[in-house]
């Protein structure tokens, strides 16, 4: 029987293109970065250190550090949020590597490919690893053009374009949530997120753009509608205990509607009011609190302006049911 360090080994060498041949200090001097630098951006991927005279990088490394020097150099990345660029795409790809190796992981075991027979094992790696990779960068670079598409602005004689309440409902905690219940718990509960909201969302006149596990995009012609459906998700997850609380954030205003997605700066105020919402509350931007402060049946509340990612003074409202 092949002992599993060899496995590892020999999948490590065909999934990173090489063997392992440099030092830290090696990488750096290559790749034409200051170690200091060279350390913080490998951390910041979330990487344990190595010592000094530990042989653990390879050519990949030296061109992935060399990258993300270049993108700095262009200006795509500021010198200041390099390490939180670093940061951000190394969480994501963590939890898309550990799904990932889970299922090549079963897949394994089924076939009877790991330990026993090192061969068929990083054969197996060396076929399906391209097919996964394909995938995921069609899946990223779909949505690429989405996010793309919702920081240019909106034309006002756009013919694709509508003035309509674009909203997020995100389930706080879900991160955390994932890895203390077990997956046929997680996969129900996204589920009965998914269908419930879907259900709400239609039956006050609102569209489900999309949903991104614990995150569903809706829009709304109405502004009573989009505060009905806020309204009625908040009620809907207090009547279930073991119902995670909800996000809700809305943004009024022109937006494009293209191949069933939607664009422009009100999708991107939408998930930022969101992201500032405290559990179980629904926060909407000034225009939508404009639109809805006669209505008789919400009680709006002005918070303080807050600053985040792409805009500096954001004028978030508190929406509630005046009953």
Do not use: C
Request: charged share 30%.
């Amino acid at each position: 029987m092949t002992d599993q360090p060899e496995v590892l080994e020999r999948l490590e060498e065909t999934l990173l293109g090489g063997a392992r041949t440099y030092t830290r200090r090696q990488v750096a001097e290559r790749a034409g970065v200051p170690l200091e630098r060279a350390e913080r951006l490998w951390r910041s991927l979330g990487f344990a250190g190595v010592a000094d005279d530990e042989v653990v990088f390879g050519d990949s490394d030296v061109d992935a550090l060399a990258t993300i020097a270049e993108l700095v150099r262009r200006g795509v990345v500021s010198p200041d949020s390099e390490t939180a660029v670093a940061r951000s795409l190394g969480q994501g790809m963590a939890r898309i590597a550990d799904w990932q190796s889970t299922v090549l992981g079963e897949f394994a075991t089924t076939e009877d490919l790991l330990p026993s027979n090192t061969d068929e094992a990083v054969q197996v790696a060396a076929d399906l690893v391209p097919l996964i990779e394909r995938l995921q960068s069609y899946v990223w670079r779909r949505h690429l053009v989405a996010a793309a598409g919702r920081i240019f602005p909106v034309a006002a004689d756009d013919p694709r374009s509508d003035t309509m309440v674009v909203g997020f409902a995100d389930i706080v905690g879900f991160t955390t949530l994932s890895r203390s219940i077990s997956e046929d718990d997680l996969a129900r509960l996204v589920e009965r997120f998914e269908s419930t909201t879907a259900g709400i969302i239609a039956e006050h006149n609102g569209r489900v753009v999309k949903t991104i596990g614990d995150e569903v995009l809706f829009v709304v012609q109405r502004p009573a509608d989009a505060a009905d459906i806020a309204l009625a998700l908040g009620s809907w997850v207090e009547d279930e205990e073991d119902m995670p609380k909800l996000r809700i954030g809305m943004a009024h205003g022109r937006v494009v509607s293209w191949l069933g997605d939607v664009y422009g700066p009100i999708v991107n105020v939408a998930s930022r009011l969101t992201s500032v919402a405290r559990p179980g509350s629904t926060v909407v931007d000034r225009e939508l609190a404009a639109v809805l402060k006669d209505e008789p049946d919400y009680d709006l509340r002005r918070l303080r302006r807050v600053s985040v990612r792409g805009y500096s003074h954001l004028e978030p409202w508190v929406l509630r049911s005046r009953a």
